[in-house]
């Protein structure tokens, strides 16, 4: 393989951050149901926060956000991005998902986040289970999941098994809800664009 996903992503960092939405009024929905969910006692986690856009969006609705990240120049962005936006209560550390702590029983998060994330994750299973045990019991858990369709779930892939690409793991809405619920979650609501291929899912851990 050959490319290391952190150094790929610590390359399009800059540029990513320069990047418009690629779908403007379905990222403003998602945030606007999101934000519905959230109360201001909440302390939220988000991995994969990127450059932290969407951490900073939700920050004034929540106590605390831990967001992590395993690409440093992602991390040094969003950094910079609160400094300028005076935000506080949004704690930006590089770590991978799996390598973050989880918290001890009672200091469980009140929501976790994955927005574009899961199909990049090497282990969805394990990383499904991580989740469930950074909530508390009825914590929500939101996520926005590339699910690839037609040539797409061929040629995608394929760039990332010779290493054009990192990795993509293919995914429909249907087998994503699946496994969600396998590993110990309620689906509250799915949601997907006319147009595009992100699968929107708020499910509550039941305990």
């Known amino acids: 393989m050959f490319i290391n996903?952190?150094?790929?992503w610590n390359l399009m960092a800059r540029s990513y951050a320069r990047r418009p939405v690629q779908n403007q009024a379905a990222y403003e929905y998602k945030l606007n149901i999101t934000s519905r969910h959230l109360s201001p006692q909440d302390r939220v986690l988000e991995f994969g926060c990127g450059t932290g856009t969407t951490a900073l969006i939700h920050a004034p609705k929540v106590a605390h956000i831990d967001a992590i990240d395993y690409s440093s120049e992602m991390i040094s962005i969003a950094q910079e991005k609160a400094k300028v936006q005076g935000i506080k209560n949004v704690n930006f550390e590089v770590s991978a998902f799996d390598c973050w702590p989880i918290p001890v029983s009672g200091q469980q998060y009140d929501a976790v986040l994955a927005m574009s994330i899961l199909h990049l994750v090497l282990d969805l299973d394990a990383t499904l289970d991580r989740?469930?045990?950074?909530?508390?019991?009825?914590?929500?858990?939101?996520?926005?999941?590339?699910?690839?369709?037609?040539?797409?779930?061929?040629?995608?892939?394929?760039?990332g098994?010779?290493?054009?690409?990192?990795?993509?793991?293919?995914?429909?809405?249907?087998?994503?809800?699946?496994?969600?619920?396998a590993h110990g979650f309620e689906i509250?609501?799915?949601?997907?664009?006319?147009?595009?291929?992100?699968?929107?899912?708020?499910?509550?851990?039941?305990g």
Do not use: D, H, M, Y
Not at 136 to 149: A, M
């Open 5 to 8: 996903p952190p150094r790929f």
């Open 131 to 159: 989740v469930r045990s950074s909530l508390k019991e009825g914590g929500l858990f939101f996520s926005s999941t590339v699910c690839l369709e037609g040539l797409e779930k061929f040629v995608i892939p394929a760039l």
């Open 161 to 181: 098994t010779i290493g054009l690409l990192p990795k993509i793991r293919v995914l429909t809405q249907e087998i994503l809800v699946e496994r969600v619920q």
């Open 188 to 206: 509250e609501q799915k949601w997907r664009p006319e147009t595009g291929s992100t699968a929107f899912i708020i499910a509550r851990n039941s």
